[in-house]
């Protein structure tokens, strides 16, 4: 016997409905009236979950989630991302369409914030039989690069205007400079993290029930049994990968370094209801657990008033507690005054981490210039650079001429990445950079070097006629590879300019105007 539609069970309706494209299910509702009627909240949140990834932080989802579901219009919400999924993609195309308004298109996208990720993956996984498929890859990836750095930058600045930032999100602001499209962003680092709480009471049971003491030495034996701290497998110290806790955190090898040892095991404990923070000690960084008002880290109780010691760990090393007394007998080896103990046995300020984290990314990286090798897995070396850059500009330490001395150093060494970035970052230096260096002597030569970044945006590219007369001086070819005598670095030609095309900020940067020839000789680019 046939059974028709209107005999089926609402059960049976809702799951064939759940396999409707969600874009068709208003017209397939408009014609249905037993679909129509169909409880529609639960439908659309699970279009909701299941079509889009990331959220922007304003859409509070896991609240939503955790919510009743008619608490929210969920229909709403889903079509919301879905103009957005289409506005991006008109501007991904109208990117790749023309030269003119590129930076303009790609700040709209950027615009929309974390809602813009899936759209902008969808892109950059586009399938190799696509026409356009080098092209749509490469601007893609370099619009989710620009929204990562906004994110990471965003947190920097509000952390330099007194806001309170934690200390995961500092560090993990590093990551989304060289994160592209794997995994290791804000919500990975703390989704991990989390993991690792919850685990460290599942594999002990009566975990809550113990001292603060045995908490913080049972955290530290966990995270070093499980290979979350400290160097492992193959990696040298220096290896730039070690400096970033999102890669830390990654399946794999955990290699880190103390500073960021000492981060996950921070943030581990914090959720975990222990006062846990870094300790920056000369050279070395240290974890500093204080106890509980009114009681000592072993569980006494103390008098009112009275202000219990803090206990020393280091995990990055053992996972025995560091005796205060070993680490002023160090201090006093170094020849340091006793008088600035407590304030290096003290907790470090989030931003004195980033700024630390900052300098020894620097150092692994001149480590790469000496011994021209990045380890067994290198991030971005340009975009490893480029977020300790954003790091100091940001987060300067000592007075504000001091601050103003080493922001005028740092923004030597910025200039040379602009042009990379210049489709995407140019509204940060313009909200962030410029006016931090107001009144220095860079600030009218960067704002120059934007104004006229921007005044070519919207103008057609010029057609550069190569003639044989122009090439006459053009004496290597794209594929070539060779070894530099002067930097010592082997590198392969992916193109040529007949002259010097780089800004005028570059150019003076570089002293390209006192090479014999000045800009009017051909300049290579390699990889």
């Given at each position: 016997?046939?059974?028709?539609?209107?005999?089926?069970?609402?059960?049976?309706?809702?799951?064939?409905?759940?396999?409707?494209?969600?874009?068709?299910?208003?017209?397939?509702?408009?014609?249905?009236?037993?679909?129509?009627?169909?409880?529609?909240?639960?439908?659309?949140?699970?279009?909701?979950?299941?079509?889009?990834?990331?959220?922007?932080?304003?859409?509070d989802?896991?609240?939503?989630?955790?919510?009743?579901?008619?608490?929210?219009?969920?229909?709403?919400?889903?079509?919301?991302?879905?103009?957005?999924?289409?506005?991006?993609?008109?501007?991904?195309?109208?990117?790749?369409?023309?030269?003119?308004?590129?930076?303009?298109?790609a700040?709209?996208?950027?615009?929309?914030?974390?809602?813009?990720?899936?759209?902008?993956?969808?892109?950059?996984?586009?399938?190799?039989?696509?026409?356009?498929?080098?092209?749509?890859?490469?601007?893609?990836?370099?619009?989710?690069?620009?929204?990562?750095?906004?994110?990471?930058?965003?947190?920097?600045?509000?952390?330099?205007?007194?806001?309170?930032?934690?200390?995961?999100?500092?560090?993990a602001?590093?990551?989304?400079?060289?994160l592209?499209?794997?995994?290791?962003?804000?919500?990975?680092?703390?989704?991990?993290?989390?993991?690792?709480?919850?685990?460290?009471?599942?594999?002990?049971?009566?975990?809550?029930?113990?001292?603060?003491q045995q908490?913080?030495?049972?955290?530290?034996?966990?995270?070093?049994?499980?290979?979350?701290?400290?160097?492992?497998?193959?990696?040298?110290?220096?290896?730039?990968?070690?400096?970033f806790?999102?890669i830390?955190?990654?399946?794999?090898?955990?290699?880190?370094?103390?500073?960021?040892?000492?981060?996950?095991?921070?943030?581990?404990?914090?959720?975990?209801?222990?006062?846990?923070?870094?300790?920056?000690?000369?050279?070395?960084?240290?974890?500093?657990?204080?106890?509980?008002?009114?009681?000592?880290?072993?569980?006494?109780?103390?008098?009112?008033?009275?202000?219990?010691?803090?206990?020393?760990?280091?995990?990055?090393?053992?996972?025995q507690?560091?005796?205060?007394?070993?680490?002023?007998?160090?201090?006093?080896?170094?020849?340091?005054?006793?008088?600035?103990?407590?304030?290096?046995?003290?907790?470090?300020?989030?931003?004195e981490?980033?700024?630390?984290?900052?300098?020894?990314?620097?150092?692994?990286?001149?480590?790469?210039?000496?011994?021209?090798?990045?380890?067994?897995?290198?991030?971005?070396?340009?975009?490893?650079?480029?977020?300790?850059?954003?790091?100091?500009l940001?987060?300067?330490?000592?007075?504000?001429?001091?601050?103003?001395?080493q922001?005028?150093?740092?923004?030597?060494?910025?200039?040379?990445?602009?042009?990379?970035?210049?489709?995407?970052?140019?509204?940060?230096?313009?909200?962030?950079?410029?006016?931090?260096?107001?009144?220095?002597?860079?600030?009218?030569?960067?704002?120059?070097?934007?104004?006229?970044?921007?005044?070519?945006?919207?103008?057609?590219?010029?057609?550069?006629?190569?003639?044989?007369?122009?090439?006459?001086?053009?004496?290597?070819?794209?594929?070539?590879?060779?070894?530099?005598?002067?930097?010592?670095?082997?590198?392969?030609?992916?193109?040529?300019?007949?002259?010097?095309?780089?800004?005028?900020?570059?150019?003076?940067?570089?002293?390209?105007?006192?090479?014999?020839?000045?800009?009017?000789?051909?300049?290579?680019?390699?990889?």
């Open positions: 016997m046939a059974i028709t539609l209107t005999e089926l069970p609402v059960e049976i309706l809702r799951q064939i409905i759940s396999y409707i494209p969600p874009t068709s299910v208003p017209t397939v509702q408009t014609v249905s009236r037993k679909f129509n009627d169909l409880p529609q909240p639960l439908l659309w949140r699970d279009h909701c979950r299941t079509h889009f990834e990331y959220w922007s932080p304003k859409h989802l896991q609240q939503k989630l955790l919510g009743s579901v008619v608490e929210t219009d969920w229909k709403k919400l889903f079509f919301h991302r879905h103009s957005i999924d289409r506005s991006i993609t008109q501007d991904v195309d109208g990117i790749l369409a023309s030269q003119r308004n590129r930076i303009e298109k700040e709209r996208i950027m615009g929309h914030g974390y809602d813009a990720k899936d759209a902008l993956l969808q892109h950059l996984n586009v399938g190799d039989d696509a026409e356009d498929v080098l092209a749509r890859r490469f601007y893609s990836s370099a619009v989710l690069g620009g929204l990562h750095r906004s994110m990471a930058i965003r947190e920097w600045a509000r952390l330099n205007d007194g806001d309170v930032v934690s200390l995961e999100r500092a560090l602001a590093f990551d989304m400079f060289v592209h499209e794997r995994d290791g962003d804000f919500h990975d680092v703390a989704g991990r993290l989390d993991g690792i709480a919850q685990q460290v009471c599942s594999e002990n049971s009566d975990f809550m029930d113990q001292s603060q908490k913080a030495i049972g955290i530290a034996e966990f995270l070093r049994q499980h290979d979350l701290t400290g160097i492992s497998g193959n990696s040298q110290y220096h290896d730039l990968q070690n400096n806790i999102g830390a955190l990654q399946d794999g090898p955990h290699s880190s370094l103390p500073l960021v040892s000492v981060a996950i095991y921070c943030c581990v404990a914090q959720r975990l209801g222990i006062d846990a923070q870094p300790c920056g000690f000369p050279f070395h960084v240290l974890a500093i657990i204080k106890p509980s008002p009114g009681r000592t880290l072993d569980g006494r109780h103390t008098e009112s008033g009275t202000l219990s010691e803090p206990m020393y760990m280091d995990p990055y090393r053992s996972n507690e560091v005796h205060v007394k070993d680490l002023q007998a160090q201090l006093q080896k170094l020849g340091i005054s006793p008088s600035k103990f407590p304030v290096l046995l003290g907790a470090s300020s989030t931003a981490i980033v700024r630390r984290s900052a300098k020894n990314i620097i150092t692994s990286l001149q480590a790469i210039s000496r011994d021209h090798s990045v380890g067994h897995f290198a991030p971005d070396v340009d975009g490893a650079l480029y977020a300790a850059l954003w790091a100091v940001l987060l300067p330490e000592g007075s504000t001429i001091t601050a103003g001395a922001r005028a150093t740092f923004l030597s060494s910025i200039a040379e990445l602009i042009e990379k970035y210049s489709l995407t970052d140019t509204w940060l230096i313009e909200k962030y950079i410029l006016p931090l260096i107001e009144g220095c002597t860079q600030h009218g030569q960067l704002q120059g070097t934007i104004s006229g970044i921007r005044t070519t945006d919207p103008v057609p590219k010029n057609v550069k006629v190569r003639t044989s007369e122009s090439l006459r001086d053009v004496r290597y070819k794209v594929g070539q590879i060779f070894h530099h005598k002067r930097y010592h670095y082997k590198a392969v030609i992916t193109g040529w300019d007949v002259e010097c095309a780089a800004t005028d900020y570059w150019m003076t940067h570089m002293g390209v105007h006192k090479l014999p020839r000045g800009k009017y000789q051909s300049f290579y680019h390699v990889l």
